[in-house]
């Protein structure tokens, strides 16, 4: 039950997405008086309201129920009684069910890193989700990967009436705004069969929606002989502390009637603890998608080479619970014991679900091809998300990171030409830049684009698209879902970015795993990044020049909603220093296939990098601080950003200390932070002390703080000015509250706020960035394997 | 474009369910103001704004475009421009389109068995739903059922600018308000590839949900060369003329813009037509769900073993499409041909489209498995609608009917009790009776169950379950997904009813094919039959014992949501003349299979028989009306209802005159019907002319009258009556009414009307018992095949 972590301490009602790896697939649940429940390639959370709670007395018995609020219309501000939605489905259900919640002071809610329990004076229900290493699929067989790869999660709903005197039936079930509720058939494993009965623990009852999702459930850890009150007989009814399935077209109904209807939308699962009992019901959650999943490259999910049904899924799921369990308490103690702040685990917990809940792990003919999910958007493989979780992953499952580097090239790569702007373009490329306040997520064709006949066309060279498709839909080839020509702003195209961003996710990836086959079989992509990232440069060193694929518009970095600070990729800080970590990234690759830094490619890249670094430096305004953009005439010259040591982040992965390769550009980075953070006009931060990337702008994403706090530790060593300590302090309890603020804490972990409100990038995976702290920490991120 | 049909003189926005056989799928649309579009087993119309229209001049213009009323929002009462609702999707979509609507006036429907056309002058737009007889899918092999069972519909869209002096631009474009819209890649047919160019006709394009529906168009019947405006010349734009995909978060900007985005959620396809040219896009409407729909038995869809995608469907239908036009035409006119009157013809057009929609043919461990879904509440295979369904069924397709049989017998049916009251029971059945308002389908427990102790038990007999599951979860073996025991009402079980209706099935199956392999093959479970329709009745030859599987409650009939008159199986005038049908129906049987009439069995059967029917003759008053509840102290027995004749239709199927067989019966029933049409209080009319099943209830079933006005007609010669066939001619206007009403307008074609408005029941299977008129007119209903 998770005994071992504390409650948490501030707002108990947001919502969790608990999710398996690689199903796309959550059980979302946790913020009061939301739907949640089951949500299956939706990018969203579920549509049922959930009823777990007690009702006094047995299954029959006229007395109360009581339930946690995770209900539509379950309000924690009134003491009471609700009217809950009517339920869809046939127009026979008219019930309108009322019942009383427990009130927020009657919970405690206990978060862990793979655990999310409930505890009240009644019950204690807890949901795991402990997270395994998926080995390299492609060497391994199922048995070595089946309890990695189940599509289900687990739960625990625990009664102890040791010290009560009347029976109390516990219950956890759903009400469906879709049609499709069935139940699955009650199950009694007891071998002897009827002769000698069925015990409490024999017996497997559940429900499921069509052949998508559902649970089942059955009762371990039945305590009858000790810790009785000696007042109490064992009860006089047969039947209690069985499990029992019931489905009418309200909870009280169903809990109370034995015959379970099959036209009912409030299917569940129950226990009747008699007086000096004790029980816990455990419940697989479980998850089926059958058949072939996506169009464009067409795959099933690689589950399906493992589990053959739903029911499969969640017999193996009630199988495997105690190693479940067990896992998930490791996992929790992990991270309490890796001495970061409450606000970071929670952040870290919070991340870990999300992330796994975007996650996809298809097979496209006869290969694994590893997807995630860009949260709400549902895009798949956004490279500008992989390049923040490559971390993570790394650390996790490092073969996925090449399926991705792989399945970029053999699909999603492309070779395109860059404009050279005339000086008739010069003149004109100042005003199109997006001069707008927060543009949420609007489609941005607000700046000036500028025809091409205001420039040479030249070779570019190889770029990665933005992703791969959306909503299961994978893209044409070479073509992302995200991209459009003749924009200035949202949904034009990143070449830039995304070269830097794969040539950065293949120089980690070699560090870590020190694969230098794969290095050696795509010697040639390397190569041709580096021509490429070479093209989109002038004397600068860093990218100047758009892709043509923008045609009149211009290109735009992974920030595409912010403002001008972070709009363009074009002589953008960010990017100019993420350009250099990447020509750096080149060189490391290189060096690793044995190449001598004097080969006159490594000396191009070696001279690219000096001059990027010189770039970024000389733009420094007297003060000190940087520029976001380094056009003097476009609005974002007068922006001040964080990001702009994001860069400074990847050569720690292949042991290069910047410090001493680009003094100078660590210096003025330093410098420029240091001035950012302590700027006594407070420029980048909010009022509630969170950060800021844009002085400019009221967005904000948390992925990229995260990266930005652990840039300033564990490169800048800023962690050992007590001031930028507790600035980041109060900023990480700013960003816990963003999380928990009532609009944002309906979606789980999201990552665009704007003013400190999840209102755009929910349901997101890309706060896993944050994982990064627990390095600070030497927690051994060694991951948890599947023996 | 069903030129042949003459437009619809009455309300022309109402839903049509447009729908392929045996795919569970519709497209829905015609009412204005309405979403609609593509439902794939989900019993309600789709829920996507449909636009279908007209743009001045190319599609780079700025021309306005002006559209049907298909969307929400788009009201038919105001001129001009309206807001459309924002599409779900990603958060980026904040358009606002708005656009002007044609008018009702300005638009002419034409509403055919299977041609649903509007006609603007601007443009023709049609939707053709051919259906064509399925041969024995156990003996015969793909090739002779594959177009009969292709999962897709037809449509054309024409614009005649052979006179206009600019160019016009057609659309069709879907609004999805759930994500996963993705483009069809247009495909160029042209053999000669890139070198000679692609011509008008060698263009495919089209858009998809998914891999679940979708559509896709080429153009057909382009005119150029002939019927020219001599004033214009061809036009200077090479790509006019050929259909185009688009997407984009609106439909002007999808209309306009050659880029299609794949974010988009408003996809479609054009074409533009010069001035002086016509055009014709033909469009295949498609549906696919791969891999096992079911739940208990597990099948997937028949038509999967010829289609082996979305795209084989829609490129078929593509390739299909002239064949289908001639087969709609063909049947149009079949039903113009066939003398009923406008307003009958409408409902049985209406029919025809809600029973297709409803149909399911699965592929259950190799053999096909017919299925006839439940309207909105989607039950399968509801035996008391198969029932009414049979007559069309037997005319279309005879095997289906079989095969329903058949399943019934192997998964569905059960042997069960019943109960005879003591004199205890006696005393308190008369309270039994649900005495309440009409109930809209409530769960009704309202009346006063009897405890099973007031009753002796004894063998009852075999009997068929109400359904075969519900949502496409099959319902464990002999249990349906409706009934429950304990109940006085709605969702008790209907045993007595259900036995009557498989014998009668049997019976006019084996009477209609002369199947005489299939009746020996069960003579068994036909004598079993004999056995439990004897064993439920007394001395009075008629049901008047409940099934044990009520346990304290009572059987129901099929209108489960009507009142007293109708509600209870025991002692009720309707169930007295269906078993006494039933009786003559068993011994039909049994001379098919050379039983003698002399023979024990037969002898029992024609004295039982003759026992109900006598019963039936001497429970009339003394007026000649018979009561709906035979129990004296019954709400019932104060009710007339005219569904008293209901089973005078099933011996003409055998060629048993009744006036022969039964004289007295049919004289008291014909006396009984003439008195309520002709009744001078009117009780079983509404005000509207329309016929009122029960004189004690707002209820009426639209599907139950069109069985009783054939009755009247063809077994009773009540149409030689001028007043009889005057208050026929004013109820079929008035139902045609019902179904028009805005309310029920939505919901296509409806069977329970309370007031004359769809309330229950709707998008429904069951009207196709209106099929029967056209017996009345001798149309030659052999089926419309393959060949």
């Known amino acids: 039950m998770g005994n071992r972590l504390p409650p948490l301490f501030r707002d108990i009602s947001f919502h969790a997405q608990h999710s398996p790896i690689g199903a796309f697939a959550s059980f979302t649940c946790g913020q009061f008086g939301s739907r949640g429940g089951f949500g299956l390639e939706i990018g969203k959370p579920g549509n049922q309201n959930i009823y777990i ?3 006094s007395g047995d299954r029959s018995s006229n007395g109360p129920v009581k339930v946690l609020p995770f209900f539509e219309g379950a309000s924690s501000n009134e003491a009471g009684r609700y009217d809950v939605e009517r339920a869809a489905g046939p127009a026979e259900a008219h019930t309108t069910p009322k019942f009383p919640t427990y009130q927020p002071s009657e919970i405690r809610r206990h978060y862990g890193w793979a655990t999310d329990a409930w505890k009240t004076d009644d019950f204690e229900f807890a949901i795991y989700t402990p997270f395994l290493q998926i080995p390299d699929l492609h060497r391994t067989s199922v048995g070595e990967w089946d309890r990695a790869l189940i599509p289900a999660i687990y739960a625990t709903l625990t009664v102890d009436n040791t010290r009560g005197t009347t029976s109390k039936t516990a219950f956890f079930a ?4 879709e049609a499709g509720v069935r139940m699955i058939p009650t199950i009694d494993d007891s071998s002897s069969g009827s002769s000698l009965g069925s015990t409490d623990d024999s017996i497997r009852c559940g429900f499921a929606f069509r052949r998508k999702f559902g649970i089942s459930a059955r009762c371990i850890d039945s305590q009858r002989n000790h810790d009785l009150d000696p007042r109490h007989e064992p009860s006089a009814h047969p039947i209690d502390g069985r499990p029992f399935g019931f489905n009418r077209f309200d909870l009280e109904s169903g809990i109370k009637d034995p015959v379970p209807h099959q036209l009912g939308s409030v299917p569940g699962i129950g226990i009747t603890v008699p007086p000096g009992q004790s029980r816990t019901l455990a419940i697989g959650i479980g998850f089926f998608f059958e058949g072939i999943a996506t169009t464009g490259l067409e795959g099933d999910y690689f589950y399906s080479r493992a589990y053959r049904s739903l029911e499969h899924v969640l017999d193996s799921a009630l199988s495997n619970i105690q190693h479940a369990i067990d896992a998930a308490h490791h996992l929790d103690e992990k991270l309490l014991r890796s001495t970061l702040s409450a606000d970071q685990q929670f952040l870290i917990a919070h991340a870990t679900r999300s992330y796994h809940g975007s996650t996809q792990l298809l097979d496209v003919g006869g290969e694994p091809y590893w997807i995630v999910n860009e949260g709400e958007y549902c895009m798949l493989n956004t490279l500008d998300l992989s390049v923040d979780q490559v971390f993570w992953e790394l650390d996790q499952h490092p073969w996925v990171v090449k399926n991705l580097l792989d399945n970029f090239v053999r699909h999603y790569s492309y070779v395109d030409q860059i404009k050279v702007p005339k000086a008739s373009a010069i003149q004109l490329m100042g005003k199109q830049a997006v001069d707008s306040p927060d543009v949420m997520n609007t489609p941005r064709t607000l700046g000036t684009t500028i025809g091409i006949e205001h420039y040479d066309i030249r070779p570019g060279g190889i770029s990665f698209c933005h992703d791969q498709g959306i909503h299961n839909n994978f893209s044409p080839q070479g073509r992302s879902s995200y991209e459009l020509p003749d924009l200035v702003g949202c949904f034009s195209h990143m070449s830039g970015e995304e070269l830097c961003n794969w040539i950065l996710i293949a120089a980690v990836y070699v560090a870590r795993t020190g694969d230098l086959e794969w290095a050696r079989a795509n010697e040639h992509i390397i190569e041709a990044c580096r021509t490429s990232l070479r093209n989109r440069a002038d004397d600068s060193g860093i990218i100047v020049y758009d892709s043509l694929r923008c045609q009149s518009g211009s290109e735009i970095t992974t920030y595409d909603s912010l403002d001008h600070s ?10 100019a220093v993420k350009a250099w970590a990447s020509l750096r990234g080149l060189l490391h690759l290189r060096q690793s ?3 001598a830094d004097a080969s006159d490619a490594s000396k191009s890249i070696i001279d690219q990098a000096q001059r990027a670094a010189r770039t970024v430096v000389k733009h420094a305004n007297p003060d000190g601080v940087i520029p976001a953009v380094f056009e003097a005439e476009n609005p974002g010259h007068a922006s001040r950003i964080l990001p702009a040591v994001e860069g400074l982040l990847y050569p720690q992965f292949w042991n290069e200390d910047v410090r001493n390769t680009a003094p100078e550009l660590v210096k003025i980075l330093k410098h420029h932070t240091l001035a950012l953070l302590k700027d006594p006009q407070q ?35 800023l962690e050992a000015d007590p001031e930028i300590k507790s600035i980041f ?21 999201s990552d665009q706020f704007v003013d400190g409100i999840a209102r755009g990038s929910k349901y997101y995976p890309r706060i896993i960035s944050s994982a990064l702290w627990m390095r600070e920490h030497a927690v051994h991120l060694q991951p948890t394997t599947c023996n």
Chains 1, 2 share one sequence.
């Open 174 to 177: 759903m009400q469906f705004a």
């Open 566 to 575: 972070l709009a363009q990729t074009r002589s953008n800080l960010y990017m």
């Open 593 to 595: 296939l044995g190449h």
């Open 729 to 749: 302090d109060r900023a990480d309890a700013a960003h816990v509250g963003w999380m928990l603020h009532p609009i944002s804490a309906y979606w789980a972990c």
């Open 683 to 717: 420029r980048n931060l909010f009022p509630d002390g969170g950060l800021r990337l844009s002085s400019t702008s009221a967005n904000s994403w948390m992925s990229k703080i995260a990266i930005f706090q652990h840039v300033c530790r564990s490169v800048l060593g």
């Open 53 to 55: 709670g007690i009702k």
